[in-house]
T-cell receptor, first 115, second 108 residues
Framework: ETGVTQSPTHLIKTRGQQVTLRCSSQ?????VSWYQQALGQGPQFIFQ???????GRGNFPPRFSGLQFPNYSSELNVNALELDDSALYLC??????????????FGPGTRLTVL | RKEVEQDPGPFNVPEGATVAFNCTYS??????FFWYRQDCRKEPKLLMS???SGNEDGRFTAQLNRASQYISLLIRDSKLSDSATYLC?????????FGTGTRLKVLA
């Protein structure tokens, strides 16, 4: 196990609702990245948090927002849910920017279904 | 052109077979690459890193061809337990860029 935890594991919402997903990073890791993985696709980068600040963002609308707390845990919030938001949401933690010498470790993911 | 392209498969192979997947990338400046294994409805797990010509770990060999901008993953003596989706990725700014993955089914 990587030590990265996410909650909840599964979630069902309806269009227009709001959702908050949570991630606890691996001990000692100060960087959390969020990815969305739709069925049959690879993970797509949403944003990264480092020292409680958004440090980079992918091609996602502003209704996707996040937070990082002093203990490096993080939240992903999605407002005004759409059907296409149904996906596996993955959190990954690393020590600094992920790369060859800074492996990122994925949590088990939260499977969101929007009806 | 997509940043990372993979044949989605599925590749159906018998136990004991050798199978290879390719992954092409568009960013010629990329220095390091990764192969991840993802089981159904689970998170990706790092299988191998590649940052020079290649890397080998038991039955798995990853190779990098910079001239043609692709990486490959070779699996020898396939096991039933190798059935999974294999994702390639490389680190961009702040993020990893993933391909769509290649599905492998090893058949008894």
């Amino acid at each position: 196990e990587t030590g990265v935890t996410q909650s909840p594991t599964h979630l069902i919402k309806t269009r227009g609702q709001q959702v908050t997903l949570r991630c606890s990073s691996q001990s000692g890791h100060n960087t959390v990245s969020w990815y969305q993985q739709a069925l049959g696709q690879g993970p797509q980068f949403i944003f990264q948090y480092y020292r409680e600040e958004e440090n980079g963002r992918g091609n996602f609308p502003p209704r996707f927002s996040g937070l990082q707390f002093p203990n490096y845990s993080s939240e992903l919030n999605v407002n005004a849910l759409e059907l296409d938001d149904s996906a596996l949401y993955l959190c990954a933690s690393s020590l600094g920017n992920p790369g060859l010498y800074n492996e990122q470790f994925f949590g088990p993911g939260t499977r969101l279904t929007v009806l | 052109r997509k940043e990372v392209e993979q044949d989605p498969g599925p590749f159906n192979v018998p136990e004991g077979a050798t199978v290879a997947f390719n992954c092409t990338y568009s960013n010629s400046a990329s220095q390091s690459f990764f192969w991840y294994r993802q089981d159904c409805r689970k998170e990706p797990k790092l299988l191998m890193s590649v940052y020079s010509s290649g890397n080998e770990d038991g039955r798995f060999t990853a190779q990098l061809n910079r001239a043609s901008q692709y990486i490959s993953l070779l699996i020898r003596d396939s096991k039933l337990s190798d059935s999974a989706t294999y994702l390639c990725a490389y680190p961009g700014t702040y993020k990893y860029i993933f391909g769509t993955g290649t599905r492998l089914k090893v058949l008894a």
